[in-house]
Structure formats: structure tokens, C-alpha cells
């Protein structure tokens, strides 16, 4: 099932092999309660309670495709989720620090996620603020939907870094990619549309 998934991922235009092999090694079951298992590899997002998903594989690859993640990258998430895209970019190599707004979900996949031998540092808080006391970071990747670009994110990244996000309205977003060339300028790129739960906090959408 995880081949086919890949196979899928290679039609769709993902072509970074250190990619789709994490999405290959990760037992994308282990996420789901047993009666829905048979959902676990098919190229779609997944309710996971507290009003959040499981994120589409596609789109989990495309991300981790467009961050261009070398081995030792320190990355900040926003958005932990239920940890499958935190798993893969540990699988790609990156030193990965997550950070969940929802408090429930929060303590589930730390308590989770060990489990499957994947250890990124965990945090509670307001991921739209970034994490300045770890700061700064080679890559950045936010999992959820923005109402803008929140500057605390870009101030956070390194010279050369690249922050990848979502940016919209509640129903899509488009795809950025932020690549910081100095500290006032910035390249922007823009890809396809998408549609992610919103990002909430400071500078992202009010609760």
C-alpha cells in the first residue's frame, strides 16, 4: 500500500527521491484507529479531532519537496498535528522543532509520536510567532492555512533560509515559498492551491 501511495506521488510530480522514500518508510496506519486503517494510504487528508487533519500525503510531499531539506537543517513547524510531517522530515534528516497551538492535540502526539521512534522537540504555544528562543532557522514550514505572511517567521529565518506556507482565504490558500536573501529582502514564489485548516494566533486568523 505504501509503494502504491508512492507510485501516486510520482504521478502527481514529486520528484525528490529522499522524499518519497520517507513517505514510503512511514507507517502512515499507525495514525489512524484501527476501523479506519484501510484511509491510511490513499492520496487524501483525514479528520484527526479537534477540528484538525491528517494531512494529504501529496501535499505533505510537495512541502517537504519545495523545503529542499539538507541532513542537520534546523526546522521550525508550526502546526505539529498529528506528527506525520514532522516524521518525514526527520526521515529526510532535519533537526525539527514543532510547535501546536491546540493544546489536546499537543500532549496526544508527544505522547505519540516516541512511540514510533520519531523525536522532534515538541512545544505548545502560538506557532504563528515562530519560536524566537530557538531561532534562527535554516527552514521553515507551516501546516496550516495564513492570512498572511507573518513577519515573526520571516525575521526568524537565516540568511538563505526558506519558509514555506500557505496563504489565503478559510476555503484555499496559495502555496508561498519564501527564500530570505538578506534581512530586508526576500524572494517569493507561488505554486498551486490548497486548502488547510486556518492558522491561529497573533499573526494569523483569531480564534
Known amino acids: 500500500m505504501r509503494r502504491s501511495l508512492v507510485r501516486v506521488l510520482k504521478e502527481k510530480g514529486i520528484v525528490n527521491e529522499q522524499v518519497l522514500a520517507a513517505i514510503g518508510k512511514i507507517p502512515r496506519h499507525y495514525f489512524f484507529d484501527n476501523a479506519l486503517v484501510g484511509h491510511a494510504y490513499q492520496d487524501k487528508a483525514f479528520p484527526i479531532g479537534e477540528g484538525q487533519t491528517i494531512s494529504q500525503p501529496y501535499t505533505?510531499?510537495?512541502?517537504?519537496?519545495?523545503?529542499?531539506?539538507?541532513?542537520?537543517?534546523?526546522?521550525?513547524?508550526?502546526?505539529?498535528?498529528?506528527?506525520?510531517q514532522a516524521s518525514v522530515?526527520?526521515?529526510?534528516?532535519?533537526?525539527?522543532?514543532?510547535?501546536?497551538?491546540?493544546?489536546?492535540?499537543?500532549?496526544?502526539?508527544?505522547?505519540?509520536?516516541?512511540?514510533?521512534?520519531?523525536?522532534?522537540?515538541?512545544?505548545?504555544?502560538?506557532?504563528?510567532?515562530?519560536?524566537?528562543?530557538?531561532?534562527?532557522?535554516?527552514?521553515?514550514?507551516?501546516?496550516?492555512?495564513?492570512?498572511?505572511?507573518?513577519?515573526?517567521?520571516?525575521n526568524q529565518l537565516k540568511i538563505d533560509g526558506i519558509l514555506i506556507?500557505?496563504?489565503?482565504?478559510?476555503?484555499?490558500?496559495?502555496?508561498?515559498?519564501?527564500?530570505?536573501?538578506?534581512?530586508?529582502?526576500?524572494?517569493?514564489?507561488?505554486?498551486d492551491y490548497f486548502s488547510f485548516v486556518p492558522l491561529l494566533g497573533e499573526q494569523g486568523w483569531k480564534n
Open 60 to 84: 505533505v510531499a510537495f512541502q517537504s519537496e519545495k523545503l529542499e531539506i539538507k541532513p542537520g537543517d534546523k526546522v521550525l513547524e508550526v502546526g505539529t498535528g498529528s506528527g506525520y
Open 89 to 154: 522530515l526527520l526521515e529526510l534528516g532535519a533537526e525539527v522543532h514543532t510547535i501546536e497551538y491546540n493544546r489536546n492535540l499537543y500532549e496526544r502526539t508527544k505522547k505519540f509520536l516516541p512511540k514510533m521512534g520519531y523525536s522532534p522537540k515538541f512545544y505548545f504555544g502560538d506557532g504563528s510567532q515562530g519560536l524566537p528562543k530557538q531561532a534562527p532557522f535554516d527552514k521553515i514550514i507551516v501546516t496550516a492555512g495564513a492570512p498572511s505572511v507573518p513577519t515573526a517567521l520571516i
Open 165 to 191: 506556507i500557505p496563504v489565503g482565504d478559510a476555503q484555499k490558500q496559495k502555496m508561498l515559498r519564501i527564500i530570505k536573501k538578506e534581512d530586508k529582502k526576500i524572494k517569493k514564489e507561488t505554486f
